[in-house]
């Protein structure tokens, strides 16, 4: 074989060596984007774009160093939950005390409780004043009370307590009674339903759950590649696949922000190669404290997805969110909390996380 034909045959592997190249290059940047290696420096932010270009000079100048830098969206110091059990209260739950002839100790209460803590849609509670301690609190071994008192919730998102679930409520608590030797006084059903009504439509009016999508401009976005920037911000995995959560400070407490997105692709066998062009950003308002300043992570999270992943935020219907709405959606919740602690169901408490759930 001459030196040309050697030649010739050399620069012609060379030649389909770039080309399989190229095309493995092409495919890998028409895929979506991967989460960077460990070692590798965190990706260059981008400018946030929430409308037209004109919208981001109504950011305040150095908003998006705020969010680059802000503690508040990191891994906040975790603090002990100071909210005990869940307690009985006349605000939202109807209550029925029972008297006893003599005290009854835990273990004979705990035999005979009701199978189920629920009344149709409601759940139910039964709580016994300890002798020793004249507190009250769930029926333990080893205790003895003197006193008992049951409730059901008056509302939650299912809606008000109607006549059905309160006859199931007062059949429960009447066999529960009846074993212990006890004389329960319900009442009136007409007055409980009439208040549950009232309770329910105060929530409807005043509950919020609050959503942004972010939706890929260019490129689609792998799972992972979504995960690794939210951990930036201090989210963490949730219990379902697909959903990852932004801690509160108190543990214990809810999640103050979700972020999610569609369950198959996190659970795809290679989800590297999984295209996601949407993920949503969401708030659960009455659920979590007014002092997490659940709205202003959202805001800023927001923001800073958007800018590092090249994303638009927008609506459930695909519509781009300008600056000045999010301005006034966090006036309007400062009303809302407002008008929520004046009923003494401020958002985050447990009387607030019971009603709004």
Do not use: C
Request: aromatic fraction near 6%.
């Amino acid at each position: 074989m001459s030196s040309l034909m050697v030649a010739l045959g050399s620069l012609g592997g060379i030649v389909l060596a770039g080309v399989v190249a190229h095309g493995a290059w092409q495919a890998r940047k028409a895929g979506p984007r991967r989460a960077a290696a460990p070692a590798e420096e965190p990706r260059e932010q981008r400018e946030p774009t929430l409308g037209d270009p004109s919208d981001i000079g109504k950011l305040a100048p150095d908003a998006l160093a705020g969010v680059a830098i802000d503690p508040v969206l990191g891994m906040p110091e975790r603090r002990p939950n100071k909210r005990g059990a869940l307690r009985l209260d006349a605000l939202i739950d109807s209550i029925v005390p029972l008297t006893l002839e003599a005290p009854v100790s835990g273990e004979m209460v705990m035999a005979h409780l009701p199978a189920t803590r629920r009344a149709g849609g409601k759940p139910f509670l039964i709580e016994g004043l300890n002798a020793d301690s004249g507190e009250w609190e769930t029926p333990q071994a080893g205790q003895r009370y003197g006193e008992f008192q049951a409730g059901v919730q008056l509302a939650n998102r299912s809606g008000p307590l109607n006549e059905i679930e309160y006859s199931e409520f007062v059949v429960k608590v009447q066999a529960f009674a009846d074993a212990i030797n006890g004389s329960p006084d319900f009442p009136d059903m007409l007055d409980e339903v009439a208040r549950a009504r009232e309770l329910d439509q105060f929530a409807s009016g005043h509950d919020a759950q609050l959503s942004f999508t972010l939706r890929a401009k260019n490129a689609a976005w792998s799972p992972g590649y979504v995960q690794q920037n939210a951990s930036r911000l201090g989210f963490v995995a949730g219990a379902i696949p697909g959903r990852l959560v932004l801690p509160a400070t108190a543990s214990g407490s809810p999640p103050v922000l979700g972020l999610s997105f569609d369950t198959h692709a996190a659970m795809a066998e290679d989800p590297a190669q999984t295209a996601l062009r949407a993920v949503t950003l969401s708030l659960d308002v009455p659920q979590v404290d007014r002092s997490e300043q659940p709205f202003v992570r959202m805001r800023d999270a927001a923001i800073a997805l958007a800018a590092t992943m090249d994303g638009l935020i927008t609506d459930d219907n695909g519509q781009v969110i300008r600056a000045d709405a999010l301005d006034v959606i966090g006036s309007d919740l400062e009303q809302l909390y407002d008008t929520l602690d004046a009923r003494d169901l401020a958002a985050g408490s447990p009387l607030a996380r019971r009603l709004f759930s």
